[in-house]
């Protein structure tokens, strides 16, 4: 939406400090309260306007970042089932070079990938200077599928995973990011808070509909049957992984447009915060330049 974003940060940002709870935020959130003036219609028109602007000025900040080569930015995107990661992605980067964005869907550990510690798949992962990185799950899943289901981890031979266990792991992610940022990656990590009756409609939406029924899992089903269990680790990850330099951002996921929008203007914002610019050539290589082109007139 077209809020600043001191505005965006106040709403959507987490506290890194105090107890967190997702229910303090809204899933269906549409901008009433701070835009009274308009219709649900004209939001939803001002948020597509708003989303279209954005796009263009992503793209931008995507090309600075790519000639500056000195940063990387890393998304990471968490939700629940049917939140819409994939849409969001792809409509808030359709128009990113290619060349500039690295885009990783990490499904169940491979038997190497358990071979080694829980951060290494997604290290070797990591966008490279100049590049955008976007992580569709992450790191995160460690703290979440392992702890509503830690069946899982006694298959990783740990017996012990109480307070201390999460604890370990939450401080082993919040220094990992603490490297990537020293090191100059941005990471920006969004949790899509959809509601359980929207998962629900979106849910019945992919069974009703013959050209959607191939987004349905049965697996999706399953684990919405823990849907407590999996909104109180995801009030644990938040509570506990939000930081000054990797805070979490809580967007509404109930309307699609609002997350999109949402989601466009903290990335476009934050790049753009980072004051990469294109490369300023040097006396010399300005000579060589007025050179080349004196060369190209003259041709015949």
Known sequence: MALTLKEIRRLFQVPT??????????PDWNGKQEFKELTQDELKAHAAEVLRKNIADLADAQERLYASDTHSVLIVLQASDAAGKDGTIKHVLSG?????????SFKKPSSEDLDHTFLWRYMKCLPERGRIGIFNR??????LVVRVHPELLTQLGHSDHGKDFWRDRYDDINAFERHLTRN???VLKFFLNVSKDEQKKRFLARLDRPEKNWKFSFGDLEERRHWPAYREAFDQMVQNTSTNWAPWWVIPADRKWVTRALVAAII???INKLGVTFP???????KRLAIARTELLAEK
């Open 138 to 143: 992450s790191y995160y899943e460690d703290v």
């Open 280 to 286: 300023e050539l040097s006396d010399k290589n300005r």
């Open 17 to 26: 400090r105090g107890r967190v709870r997702l229910d303090d935020y809204e």
């Open 268 to 270: 476009t914002r934050s």
């Open 184 to 186: 100059g990656t941005l």
């Open 96 to 104: 990113i070079n290619p060349q500039g964005c690295q885009i990783f």
